[in-house]
């Protein structure tokens, strides 16, 4: 497995993230960056992008699903709350307990209500991609359109029941972190 780390243009700088499978098969976390980076990785390690997985629909992580889904055919998944909040044509809903495999990966679908009411986090191994309901240090705001801070909290409770390990935390926005970490020092996760 390979793993890319792009970022979103300014002023979001959007984490997003290209993983390729030791087959040569692609899933991105987050399609926001510019589509030619993606394409570019893609290219340069003889991949094929097959499917772009969502952690949530707001404007900073979706920029470039249709240039891709476009150039690539690549499958979108994404919560069907958010998809019909945010009029984002998803290929397939992505539901909680959810497995995708592609080639030796599994991502493993863990629905987060609260920043918006389609939220998810995707665990892939040691890795729990956040989006927007976990940062380091922080969580999501709930003051947008859809949002609930009460769902996020049992969001939070959620992760602290499911996820096990020590996973490094990769979310949406700024540095990474690890469950362990937030567990200690995240006060929302207390």
Known sequence: MKIYHLNAPGP????????????????IIDACAAPEQYLAALNKEGATLSMILQTHGHFDHVGAIEPLRQATGAKVYLNAADAR??????????????????????????????????????????????????????????????????????????????????????PGHEEFSTFETEKQTNHYLR
């Open 12 to 27: 979001y700088f959007t984490n997003s993230f290209l993983i390729i499978s030791e087959a040569g098969h692609a899933a």
């Open 85 to 170: 909040q945010f009029g984002i044509h998803a290929d397939e809903n992505l539901t909680d307990r959810m497995k995708i495999v592609l080639d030796e990966l599994t991502f493993e679908v863990i629905t987060t209500p609260g920043h918006t009411p389609g939220s998810v986090c995707i665990r892939l191994g040691d890795l729990l991609f956040t989006g927007d309901t976990l940062f380091a240090g922080d969580i999501g705001r709930t003051d947008l359109e859809g949002g609930s801070y009460t769902e996020i909290c049992n969001s939070l409770k959620k992760l602290l029941d499911r996820v096990e390990g020590d996973p490094q935390v990769l």
